[in-house]
């Protein structure tokens, strides 16, 4: 009877896994961040760092980064991932922190993938234990901070750009992989037609674990010392698709198209963008949010339910996935295109801020002043005011409600488009109702 043979020391991790960094010189990419001298490479080598939030698109190289980071630190890594864990882990986590801190006088990095995925109250579960020192916070998301993280926790922790892999970058991770025999496929001795490594590159668009992940694939389909092939990698990969640039231009250039488009009423090119968008890999959520900017921003008031429409799009995204929310969000798409067009709140709200910024401490006028108590009575706050349910149309003809230094000025002018024309309507209805009224407020009674 044969005999059975075990390689008990076989190691079956992905290749992405093996040729993960151990040291911080090994490090590929993120030159912006981690060149020689820069702060963040000597806070690292010195194991100073502080909470971070690492943001970047995946495979480059934030959960390597926390690793050498905490490594540097001689901290204990302890992982979460936002897609899994609830309080009761963030909880536990903490809990085992604070108690190696006491048996082990260690510091524990704690690394939370997919962190924008967590709630306002999970992420604020974090906070104290940021600010007493229990823990090393580091966050990693694809989604921009901004919108994804409270604003308690970006206070907290310093965010770093990761940029998308260069060419360069991904070459110098490939030759590692072919070269390496202990970690990588250096033993079969595998070699690449340049064809078929321009393709593999442009397939990786930047991330080096999709590289690995092809590369490896070819290379369990493949003989030893053989020359890897375009036609081999068209196998793994029947459709070539069509990623985004790697210093990004490429994407933003497609959702400004995609913006324009539908500012300009043409659905056919705003579902063009789209689809081209969705086919590099974009984020069909990062549409959905500029859906909502564009709705506030170039649609308006002119057709208020366009704001409903691009979040209820949102929405059904979240709630679907991508099959069915990629078509809630082009519905949307396609609403908004046709929709009528005003940018007048958004000029006026631009106007109001300028306003602000250039005098910001106009009083608030008496009149309009809260007067909870008799002394604040006594000094005139309320005084004068006109309650307008009180007043005929519920409206107080002649009345103001700005510092008396603005009254000249009108800051929105609505379109003659859509539903803002029945507010433009409106809006000159009561103006003239101000102009005829003998109860036109005339100057600011003193305190």
């Not at 302890?78 to 897609?83: D, K």
């Not at 604070?98 to 704690?110: D, G, V």
């Not at 694809?142 to 604003?151: G, H, K, Q, S």
């Not at 389909?221 to 029947?238: D, F, G, R, Y």
Request: net charge neutral; with cysteine; glycine share 6%.
């Amino acid at each position: 009877m044969a005999s059975l043979s075990l390689d008990f020391g076989a190691d079956f991790r992905p290749l992405a896994a093996r040729l993960r960094p151990a040291q911080l010189k090994d490090y590929v990419g993120q030159q912006h961040l981690l060149a020689d001298g820069s702060p963040l490479q000597q806070a690292i080598l010195a194991g100073r760092v502080h909470s971070l939030i690492l943001w970047g698109p995946p495979g480059t190289g934030k959960t390597t980064l926390a690793e050498l980071i905490a490594g540097h630190a001689k901290a204990q890594m302890q992982r979460l991932s936002a897609v899994t864990a609830g309080i009761k882990e963030i909880r536990d986590s903490i809990q085992q922190a604070k108690l190696h801190q006491q048996q082990y006088q260690q510091r524990t990095l704690l690394f939370v993938d997919e962190v924008h995925r967590f709630n306002k109250a999970q992420q604020d579960a974090f906070l104290p234990h940021i600010e007493d020192g229990t823990i090393i916070f580091i966050g990693a998301t694809t989604e921009n901070p901004a919108f994804a993280l409270n604003n308690a926790i970006l206070s907290r922790a310093r965010v770093c750009v990761l940029k998308p892999l260069t060419e360069a970058d991904l070459q110098q991770v490939l030759a590692r992989a072919l070269s390496d025999a202990e970690l990588g496929l250096g033993a079969q001795q595998l070699t690449l037609e340049p064809a078929a490594e321009q393709l593999l590159l442009r397939l990786a668009n930047g991330d080096a674990r999709r590289l690995l992940n092809l590369l490896e694939q070819l290379a369990e389909l493949s003989p030893a010392q053989s020359e890897l092939t375009v036609a081999q990698v068209q196998q793994i990969v029947p459709q070539q698709l069509p990623g985004f640039d790697r210093d990004g231009d490429l994407f933003y250039d497609l959702i400004s198209a995609l913006h324009k488009s539908v500012r300009g009423s043409d659905p056919d090119a705003a579902l063009y963008w789209f689809a081209r968008i969705l086919a590099g890999g974009g984020d069909p959520l990062y549409v959905a949010r500029r859906l909502l900017a564009i709705a506030s921003e170039d649609i308006g008031n002119a057709d208020p339910r366009a704001l409903t429409l691009a979040l209820n799009a949102w929405d059904t995204f979240s709630r679907v996935g991508p099959a069915e929310g990629e078509r809630a969000i082009a519905q949307a798409l396609v609403y908004l295109a046709l929709a009528p067009k005003s940018n007048a709140v958004y000029l006026a709200f631009n106007q109001a801020k300028a306003l602000v910024a250039e005098r910001p401490d106009y009083p608030v006028p008496l009149h309009l002043r809260n007067a909870p108590t008799a002394l604040q009575q006594q000094l005139g706050h309320g005084a004068g005011y006109r309650y307008a349910h009180d007043e005929p149309g519920a409206y107080a003809a002649g009345e103001r409600y700005l510092p008396p230094e603005l009254w000249q000025q009108q800051l929105y002018q609505p379109s003659e488009r859509g539903m803002e024309k029945q507010l433009a309507e409106k809006l000159r209805y009561l103006r003239q109702l101000d102009a005829q009224s003998p109860l036109q407020r005339s100057n600011e009674p003193k305190a």
